[in-house]
Structure formats: structure tokens, C-alpha cells
């Protein structure tokens, strides 16, 4: 058994060290002297692995602009060769089979294991695209960083689950860890079409020093965080990840503590098992279908070419496409940030299809507008207009209240706990195969049929999504799910079980035979609909 890097003495002082500097820093009703640790160092730690992989987006629509002439002639997008494409899309395909991977092995590593190698290996991407010349080099480090972005994208969830597990439906103001989480990512784009607009090193080591700084960081805080609870419980170390749980949550949930502690100790089912036990296939395969689209309503995508799609659309006034581009992404950054408000009211089923049919107009005159400027000979004055760039604004502000994070919240939302962590890593490998479908066949279709009709093919896609949400998922929250005689799942984010229960055998599932103690008759518990004398309330899980 590996030693903890500091032992119990040092790791009290240095918990009391970040109590005392941080205490006047953060504030709110989530921060408490005993989980102090948990707000402190797992957000930003979990938020710089999404930022890096944040950064692997947008590497190549800058890089690819930046040519090694003399002149310094930015190069347009139809014009990149079949191998520049090759290297935009390579990490998407790698996140795809490495989420698979890690979802195989990590009961062998480790998830801190996993997570400290994703860091090592974001940082060696950076050197070998800082110093490396040729094709294969730089293959080679969008595959390390394709290879880090997979592991995180798929332990990362789960391990910030942890350390909110047992209070997240008794504590009504929890951390904003899906929040940080979501908003890191961008943020990450953002840094990468940031850096672009400032003159670039000669020396190659500060440029792989500036984006090592990241990864580096992660690690850094990955170093002082526990061990994983739940692999500690897979693995046979209940005691350890028992300690690990009362070190990082208050004491008002620590009963529930246990019930997370006993879930944890079943074996974990495999992706297609999963699958098979979640029963309802036709909510589940609608679910997995959100996050294609995800991909294919085309946000996305954009943001590996996005400065050079800017300037197909049309010259903005007092910009380059360069300074467009990061303007846009800082908008994105920001509407994700702020879509936590507009969750609270709305239910994700009526955001996702509101989100579509705006895409679906944005792109809709986006597309007449590149279409009209391809097909006529527009006067020179014409062509710089502010209203290409208004209309990607409300396509990626769409995107971020949208499909961003709400095919995400239903997913957990829906489905059963012990089946989450592989749904999980299955939606994430639909996400990225489809994104390295698009990023593929984009300069393709730009080439041959225009920047036009490819946002018009964008804005049928996104009436498709809004259909399939309107017709194949729930409209309530109380009874969400299409329930099948005899499968009933025991989780505590179901929406049809109530969550109220204390105790996980207790079967409140209808229409699970239950021994009624109230005044609606025996035998049954039926939803709310069904009840004609003294109703029970069923509530639903939060939605972030």
C-alpha cells in the first residue's frame, strides 16, 4: 500500500493553513470550517483539467492561421490540406476511445492515478507542440492532449460527485461544482484565442512554459487531494474512504455517508450492462441522442476553426476574425456562467427546446445572409456588417443554455446511480465521435457547398433536436420516468422514487406493490395524477 504523501499531522496543518488564508476570500452559505478543503482545492484543481482540454480546442484555429511565410499571409480556411484537418480532429477521436479505456481500467489505477498521468501528459503535448517542426511531432502532441482531455472528461465528474454525494439533496445551497466545472472549459478556448492575439515568442520555450502552466498546476493540486472514495470502496478500502468522506463533508449529512459507502462497494456494471439495466431504453436512447447533437447543431465544432468561419460569414468593422473569435467565446464563457439562472425556473426539457428553435433562426438567417454574399457581387461597403457576428452571439448564447449542459442534467437526472458513471462515459464518447465527424467533414463541405448551406443543414438539425425533446422526453418533473411492472431502480436521483426516503429499501416506486400507511389506499403508491384522496408529493432531484 503506497504511503499519503503527508501524514496526519502535516495534513491538519496544512487544512488549517487554508482555513485561515481563505476564510475572507470565500463566502456563501455552502462554506463551512469542515468542508472547507473540499471548496478550496477541488474546484479549481478539477477546473484547470477542464481548461486544458479547453485549450486543445482552440489550438488550431490559431496555429492554422499563423503561416510560416515571410508575408505572415493568414491562411483561409478551404485552403487548409487534408493533413491540417487531420490534426484539428485527431484529439476528438482519441477522447472518444480513451473515455472507453479509462472507464475499463481505472478499478486497476486509480482515479488520482489517472488523473495525475492526464496532467503529465497535457504537459508534454505542450512541449511537443512547442518544439517540435514537424507533422508527426505535432501529431503526437494532439494526441497526448486528446488522450489527457479523455481521462478527465471522464473521471473528473464522477470524483467532484464525491465530495458532494451525500448532501446533494439535503444541502439546498450546495457548491457550484457543475457550474465551475462547465464554465472552466470555454474559459480554456478563451485563453488559447487570447494568446493568439498577442505577439507571439520566438524562443519555443516560453511557449511551451506558457501553456505548461496549466497542467502544471493540476497537478500540483492533484498531489494534496484524496484518493477516490469509490475506488477506495471498489478496491476493498472501506475504512480509508470512510475517513476521506467525514473529512470532506459536513457533519449534518455524515448519515448518509454510509449509504453512499455501501453503493460504492457493488461492482460497478460495464457500459453495454449498463445499458441493459437501465431497462427504459426508449427514455435512454433519446437521452444518449442529445449529446449528438451536442455535436452536430454545430457550436462545437465552429470553435476548431472558429476565427476563420468568422471571416467566411463576412469582415466585421474595427475587428480581425482573430479578435471576433474571442470576443465570441468570451460570450460564451459568460452565458454559461449565467445559465445557472435561468435553470432554476425553466425545466431543461422546455430550455433545450426554446435553445433549438433560436439556433435554428440564428443559423437560419445567418445562412441567407453567407449565401446572398457567396451567389451576388455585393458592393465593397456591404460587406462589412455587424450582422454575421450578432447572429453567431445568439447561436453560441443558445448553445450555452442549451445543449451545452442540459443533455448532461437530464442524463443524471434520469437515470439510476449505479448506472450513471457508464452512461456517463457512453454520452461522452457519442459527444466527441460526433464532433470528430464534424470537424472532419466541415472544411469539406465548406469547400463545395458554402458556408450558407451548411448553416442551413445546421438549423434542420437543430428542428430535429427540439422534436426529439418534445416527443421522446418527459415533461414532468414529479413523473418523469415511463416506468416498466417489476423495474423499479433504487437511486437516489430518480425522479419517479421520492427522494425523501431515509433508507434505500424502502420501495416507493409506483406502481410497486407497498404497504400504504395513509388514507390513499393500500397496496399502491401512484403518482400525483393518479391520487384522488390525500396526495403525496413527489419531488424530483435539483437541477443545477
Keep these: 500500500m503506497r504511503k499519503p504523501l503527508l501524514n496526519e499531522r502535516w495534513t491538519s496543518i496544512l487544512y488549517t493553513l487554508v482555513d485561515i488564508s481563505s476564510i475572507s476570500q470565500l463566502r456563501g452559505p455552502f462554506l463551512t470550517s469542515r468542508a472547507i478543503f473540499n471548496n478550496i482545492d477541488i474546484f479549481p484543481t478539477a477546473a484547470l483539467t477542464y481548461a486544458t482540454a479547453g485549450t486543445m480546442v482552440g489550438w488550431s484555429s490559431g496555429t492554422f492561421r499563423r503561416s510560416t511565410l515571410p508575408s505572415s499571409q493568414p491562411v483561409p480556411l478551404p485552403l487548409l490540406d487534408n493533413w491540417s484537418i487531420s490534426l484539428a480532429a485527431t484529439p476528438a477521436i482519441v477522447i472518444t476511445v480513451t473515455v472507453c479505456v479509462v472507464h475499463r ?19 508534454g503535448a505542450s512541449a511537443l507542440d512547442a518544439f517540435g517542426a514537424t507533422f508527426w511531432s505535432a501529431s503526437a502532441a494532439r494526441i497526448l492532449a486528446g488522450i489527457s482531455a479523455g481521462i478527465a472528461f471522464t473521471l473528473v465528474p ?12 439535503t444541502t439546498p445551497n450546495r457548491p457550484p461544482l457543475d457550474e465551475i466545472l462547465a464554465t472552466a472549459f470555454p474559459f480554456g478556448v478563451l485563453l488559447r484565442f487570447g494568446a493568439d492575439l498577442l505577439p507571439q515568442p520566438v524562443d519555443p520555450m516560453w511557449n511551451a512554459v506558457r501553456w505548461g502552466v496549466l497542467p502544471t498546476l493540476a497537478f500540483a493540486g492533484l498531489l494534496f487531494l484524496p484518493e477516490s472514495a469509490r475506488y477506495l470502496c471498489v478496491t476493498g478500502r472501506v475504512s480509508q474512504a470512510a475517513l476521506i468522506l467525514q473529512r470532506t463533508h459536513e457533519p449534518t449529512v455524515q448519515p448518509g455517508l454510509q449509504e453512499c459507502l455501501a453503493r460504492w462497494q457493488q461492482p460497478g456494471p460495464g457500459l453495454i ?27 462545437l465544432p465552429m470553435m476548431f476553426y472558429l476565427a476563420d468561419v468568422l471571416e467566411l460569414a463576412g469582415q466585421q468593422v474595427h475587428r480581425s476574425p482573430e479578435q471576433a473569435a474571442a470576443i465570441l467565446v468570451a460570450i460564451f464563457t459568460l452565458a454559461v456562467v449565467f445559465s445557472r439562472y435561468l435553470n432554476s425556473p425553466l425545466h431543461p426539457r422546455t ?26 457581387n455585393l458592393d465593397p461597403s456591404d460587406a462589412y456588417s455587424e450582422w454575421p457576428f450578432l447572429c453567431f452571439v445568439l447561436v453560441f448564447v443558445a448553445y450555452a443554455l442549451g445543449f451545452y449542459r442540459q443533455p448532461a442534467t437530464l442524463l443524471a437526472a434520469e437515470v439510476a446511480d449505479e448506472n450513471l458513471f457508464a452512461l ?36 434542420l438539425v437543430a428542428l430535429s433536436a427540439a422534436g426529439v425533446v418534445l416527443l421522446c422526453l418527459p415533461g414532468q418533473d414529479d413523473y418523469a420516468h415511463k416506468v416498466l411492472p417489476g423495474v423499479c431502480p433504487n437511486s437516489m436521483t430518480s425522479s419517479v422514487c421520492s427522494s425523501g426516503s431515509s433508507s434505500p429499501s424502502v420501495n416507493t416506486c409506483w406502481p410497486c406493490s407497498h404497504t400504504s400507511t395513509g388514507s390513499t389506499g393500500p397496496g399502491t403508491i401512484a403518482p400525483e395524477m393518479f391520487q384522488y384522496g390525500e396526495k403525496q408529493q413527489v419531488t424530483g432531484p435539483e437541477m443545477v
Design 105 to 123: 481500467s481505472y478499478r486497476w489505477i486509480g482515479t488520482k492515478a489517472f488523473l495525475l498521468t492526464a496532467s503529465l501528459l497535457a504537459i
Design 158 to 169: 464522477s470524483y467532484v460527485d464525491e465530495f458532494g454525494s451525500a448532501s446533494r439533496l
Design 273 to 299: 450492462e449498463a445499458v441493459k439495466r437501465q431497462a427504459n431504453l426508449t427514455l435512454l436512447i433519446p437521452l444518449l441522442a442529445l449529446f449528438a447533437f451536442q455535436a452536430f447543431v454545430g457550436a
Design 351 to 376: 430550455v433545450l427546446v426554446l435553445c433549438s428553435l433560436l439556433m435554428a433562426l440564428a443559423t437560419l438567417a445567418l445562412g441567407w445572409h453567407c449565401h446572398e454574399r457567396r451567389t451576388r
Design 424 to 459: 456517463r462515459t457512453i454520452a461522452t464518447a457519442i459527444c466527441w465521435g460526433s464532433v470528430y465527424l464534424c470537424v472532419r467533414i466541415l472544411p469539406v463541405l465548406l469547400n463545395t457547398i458554402g458556408l450558407g448551406w451548411v448553416l442551413w443543414n445546421i438549423a
